[in-house]
């Protein structure tokens, strides 16, 4: 992130918004009551018309850091700017913008699916009442609700509320959704049309602001993403760039693996695992080429069947970054 505002010395409650970034916060911090620090100085910049996947493991700080920028609640100390205002003060302005969904959408149990959304887009005075019922539908549509749009909410399975409050958010045309854990409480096959919806919200322009803490969903649907452990920021910036921080794992099939793991270690390849006829080991760094490794190998006589680098994922990133592996427990 640039600092031009910070060298031109302008203090922090002088700095505001980075052009571009239509949410960002800085040093955004949140102790509960109760003596808990949620969030530890939050530093966040969210690009205009990015995908932005907000990952970490349960408890990390997701759900405390989209109340604080939806102004549901005060941070105890810090800034959030959401499209480029201060929160939660200019909630008043910036929430109709904006289409949420928060841990848990507030539903009326008793009123069926198009009735909560028919209740939802009256109690928006900027909603045209004579399109209302064009736009209810096309929302359940969306969210592959349509043919349960008749039953009442209080029947719904968890993966259908959480569709039902997906659509609330897509009721009108926004420029920024925040989406709190949409895929909660879906099937693969229902993750993958929320990943579709996602991404077709996207290519209409819609910034889409995601937290998730399964790491799967975050590689196949973001552009960038940003990894909490314990109300901290890990890392932030685009997936590719974030996985590609991680190094790849060399992997080389052969009959002869002794030999092959020997000579990768003389070529500066650590963490070496054989299994059965595959050797796999960490790519030296700063190093030998792969052609150059794989050279090395069958000038030292190994018959090679098959050599490759197996590309680093987000979750080879937090493992090196957290020294953890990410838990997906819950
Ligand atoms: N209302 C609250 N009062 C006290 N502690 C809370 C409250 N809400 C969340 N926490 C604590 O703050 C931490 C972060 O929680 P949360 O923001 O919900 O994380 P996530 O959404 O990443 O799972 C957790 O340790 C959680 O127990
Ligand atoms: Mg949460």
Do not use: W
């Given at each position: 992130?640039?600092?031009?505002?910070?060298?031109?010395?302008?203090?922090?409650?002088?700095?505001?918004?980075?052009?571009?970034?239509?949410i960002?916060?800085?040093?955004?911090?949140?102790?509960?009551?109760?003596?808990?620090?949620a969030v530890?100085?939050?530093?966040l910049?969210v690009?205009?018309?990015?995908v932005f996947g907000f990952l970490g493991p349960n408890g990390s700080g997701k759900t405390t850091t989209i109340r604080m920028l939806m102004g549901l609640i005060?941070?105890?100390?810090?800034?959030?700017?959401v499209?480029?205002?201060?929160?939660?003060?200019?909630?008043?302005?910036?929430l109709?913008?904006v289409g949420a969904l928060i841990e848990g959408p507030a539903?009326?149990?008793?009123?069926?699916?198009?009735?909560?959304?028919?209740?939802?887009?009256?109690?928006?005075?900027?909603?045209?009442?004579?399109?209302?019922?064009?736009?209810?539908?096309?929302?359940?549509?969306?969210?592959?609700?349509?043919?349960?749009?008749?039953?009442?909410?209080?029947?719904?399975?968890l993966g259908?509320k959480q569709r039902l409050g997906l659509?609330a958010a897509?009721?009108?045309?926004?420029?920024l959704l925040v989406l709190d854990e949409p895929t909660n409480g879906l099937?693969?096959?229902?993750?993958?049309?929320i990943?579709?919806?996602v991404?077709?919200?996207?290519?209409?322009?819609?910034?889409v602001f995601l937290s998730s803490h399964l790491?799967?969903e975050i590689?196949?649907?973001c552009?960038?993403?940003a990894?909490m452990?314990?109300?901290?920021?890990?890392?932030?910036?685009?997936?590719?760039?974030?996985?590609?921080?991680?190094?790849?794992?060399?992997?080389?099939?052969?009959?002869?693996?002794?030999?092959?793991?020997?000579?990768?270690?003389?070529?500066?390849?650590?963490?070496?695992?054989?299994?059965?006829?595959?050797?796999?080991?960490?790519?030296?760094?700063?190093?030998?080429?792969?052609?150059?490794?794989?050279?090395?190998?069958?000038?030292?006589?190994?018959?090679?069947?098959?050599?490759?680098?197996?590309?680093?994922?987000?979750?080879?990133?937090?493992?090196?970054?957290?020294?953890?592996?990410?838990?997906?427990?819950?």
């Amino acid at each position: 992130m640039t600092d031009t505002a910070a060298e031109a010395g302008e203090t922090e409650a002088e700095t505001g918004p980075v052009p571009g970034s239509v949410i960002e916060t800085r040093g955004l911090t949140k102790r509960y009551r109760g003596g808990q620090l949620a969030v530890d100085g939050l530093d966040l910049a969210v690009p205009a018309g990015s995908v932005f996947g907000f990952l970490g493991p349960n408890g990390s700080g997701k759900t405390t850091t989209i109340r604080m920028l939806m102004g549901l609640i005060a941070p105890t100390s810090g800034t959030a700017h959401v499209l480029g205002c201060r929160m939660p003060a200019a909630s008043r302005t910036v929430l109709p913008q904006v289409g949420a969904l928060i841990e848990g959408p507030a539903l009326y149990p008793f009123l069926t699916g198009r009735g909560n959304l028919v209740r939802f887009d009256s109690a928006d005075p900027a909603a045209d009442p004579r399109t209302r019922r064009a736009r209810v539908e096309n929302a359940l549509d969306r969210v592959g609700l349509a043919a349960a749009a008749g039953k009442k909410a209080r029947t719904y399975s968890l993966g259908m509320k959480q569709r039902l409050g997906l659509a609330a958010a897509l009721l009108q045309p926004r420029g920024l959704l925040v989406l709190d854990e949409p895929t909660n409480g879906l099937d693969p096959q229902g993750m993958r049309e929320i990943r579709s919806l996602v991404r077709d919200l996207a290519a209409e322009g819609t910034t889409v602001f995601l937290s998730s803490h399964l790491l799967d969903e975050i590689e196949q649907v973001c552009t960038h993403a940003a990894v909490m452990a314990r109300g901290r920021l890990l890392v932030q910036g685009p997936v590719a760039e974030l996985a590609a921080g991680a190094r790849g794992r060399l992997a080389v099939t052969t009959p002869d693996p002794g030999d092959a793991a020997r000579i990768l270690a003389e070529h500066g390849a650590t963490g070496l695992v054989t299994e059965g006829d595959r050797v796999s080991a960490d790519a030296p760094p700063g190093g030998t080429e792969p052609a150059d490794l794989n050279a090395a190998l069958v000038r030292g006589g190994v018959r090679v069947r098959a050599f490759g680098i197996e590309r680093a994922s987000l979750e080879d990133a937090f493992v090196a970054l957290t020294g953890e592996g990410f838990d997906v427990a819950g």
